[in-house]
């Protein structure tokens, strides 16, 4: 269930061999297979990332399916069990964290499919902001997948804090250019309650940057780099998109 792959078979042994020994998951496959089958939250995310995991597979090109399976490996080995420890809030039980994780995993997910599917078509600036329980004050503001002419992928917009969610919130994202060079594209905007986003402006710099942008793409909306596009299946327990299979 950690791991996103198909469910159409069990793909419990893909992950031990997709991803390094040493990368001692906290989420175990039992622990997997019980969230899965107890916890609404947690099937509803990881059925919501084999999908999105699906749709990039039906229209996406070979290359990007490609970088889709590599980003899932980074993401399960090196992203997800860091992001739900990094979560505070003791109203939480570990299912509804690593849930969390997951929808935010999905929204950059649902992203690239979207790419996927519109190919080289230039996409403009939308998103629509999902209300969620302020986790403690930790800082999480997620909003759906932003695209934009230019850019290399999507991504999500923040802010501070849940609580500062209201009308005219501005909101800010930063993606980056679709010709790896450095540039960054800003999104500014404002939150139209209750869940309206409407993109103020966009600004695409004219010269690329000096600093060399090659590795830079891991990480940007959930906590990781913007470079994790998406993942693979994931079964109760391991799916064979999770492994990046």
Known sequence: MQQIFHLTCPVLTALALLLPAAS?????????????????????AYDAMNAAWDAVKQKG???QMAALRDSQRYW???????????????????????ALVTK???????????????????????????RMNDLDGDGWGICSPVSVKGASQSSCLYVAHLSDLSADSPLRATLESAANDGRKIEIRGRLLSPDGFDPASVSIPDQPAKADAA?????????VQSGDAAPTRAVPGKT??????
């Open 24 to 44: 001692a998951l906290a989420l175990s496959d039992s622990d997997a297979q019980t969230f899965y089958s107890s916890s609404s939250e947690y099937r509803k």
């Open 215 to 223: 590795g830079q793409s891991e990480g940007a909306g959930d906590g």
């Open 76 to 98: 399960l080995g090196k992203v997800r069990d860091s992001a739900v420890g990094n979560i505070m809030a003791q109203h939480l039980d570990p299912a509804q964290k690593y």
């Open 61 to 63: 090109t070979p290359a």
């Open 104 to 130: 935010v995993r999905v929204f950059k997910m649902e992203a690239f499919a979207q790419q996927a599917a519109n190919g080289s078509k230039p996409v403009a600036v939308s998103g629509t902001v999902s």
């Open 240 to 245: 064979a998109r999770e492994a990046g299979k």
